[in-house]
């Protein structure tokens, strides 16, 4: 089991960047595929960027490509997601998220049993 705990979330203007930040509490490279989802008002969980660093798999939701970049730190169990160029869009919710890889990343929000607890996003 993985314990995972978020920080990094804000109020900020549209355009601006902001950084979130994942710890885990165990390793996680070569065992977890890391997801960070974005839940908006009214909306299911989705991903919007995932990463493997293993075998280099990254994926990013198109709403976010180009914009959002995802990091593994695998000395601090850390994931991080920079946000740059803003929208009031993305505005919502953002959960680090872990699955065991098993031979596959998933892009589902069932299929990840770890989570930490969320952090709120506000673009205005």
């Known amino acids: 089991h993985v314990q995972l705990v978020e920080s990094g979330g804000g109020s900020v203007q549209a355009g601006d960047s902001l950084k979130l930040s994942c710890r885990a509490s165990?390793?996680?490279?070569?065992?977890?595929?890391m997801a960070w989802l974005r839940q908006s008002s009214g909306k299911e969980r989705d991903v919007v960027a995932l990463i493997y660093s293993a075998d280099g798999s990254i994926y990013y939701d198109d709403s976010v490509e180009g914009r959002f970049t995802i990091s593994e730190d695998n000395a601090k169990n850390n994931i991080d997601l920079q946000m740059n160029d803003l929208k009031p869009e993305d505005s919502g919710m953002y959960y680090c998220?872990?699955?065991?890889?098993?031979?596959?990343?998933?892009?589902?929000?069932?299929?990840?049993?770890?989570w930490g607890q969320g952090t709120q996003v506000t673009v205005s």
């Open positions: 165990t390793s996680i490279y070569g065992t977890y595929c």
């Open positions: 998220a872990a699955h065991p890889h098993n031979n596959a990343c998933s892009l589902r929000a069932i299929d990840f049993p770890y």
